[in-house]
């Protein structure tokens, strides 16, 4: 049980996800090679009408995890090149803005 806990936690590290803190430095106004370079590449990204939004996976606090699910999904979502708004995904708010 220890090493298939062990294996998840080091599959989780490796597939991209990033720490909460590295959330907390990103801005509004910011451009998305300053977003990248806190944040590293976007797990994936959507486009709407003028609008891009990069999707990041974030490791939850550690108090936060249970083993099938430790991480949240948050976006960026970018106006002319500069930060316009970020936070938790929820898809129907994504598609409303």
């Given at each position: 049980?220890?090493?298939?806990?062990?294996?998840?936690?080091?599959?989780?590290?490796?597939?991209?996800?990033?720490?909460?803190?590295?959330?907390?430095?990103?801005?509004?106004?910011?451009?998305?090679?300053?977003?990248?370079?806190?944040m590293?590449?976007?797990?994936?990204?959507?486009?709407?009408?003028?609008?891009?939004?990069?999707?990041?996976?974030?490791?939850k606090d550690?108090?936060m995890?249970?083993p099938?699910?430790?991480?949240n999904?948050?976006y960026?979502?970018?106006?002319?090149?500069?930060?316009?708004?970020?936070?938790?995904?929820?898809?129907?708010?994504?598609?409303?803005?």
């Amino acid at each position: 049980m220890k090493r298939a806990a062990f294996g998840l936690l080091i599959a989780l590290i490796g597939s991209g996800c990033v720490q909460s803190s590295s959330l907390e430095q990103v801005r509004p106004g910011m451009s998305r090679d300053q977003v990248m370079s806190v944040m590293g590449q976007p797990e994936s990204s959507m486009h709407t009408a003028g609008r891009e939004c990069a999707v990041y996976s974030v490791l939850k606090d550690f108090w936060m995890r249970v083993p099938w699910d430790m991480s949240n999904r948050y976006y960026v979502c970018y106006s002319n090149g500069r930060v316009d708004y970020f936070g938790r995904v929820d898809r129907q708010e994504i598609a409303s803005r």
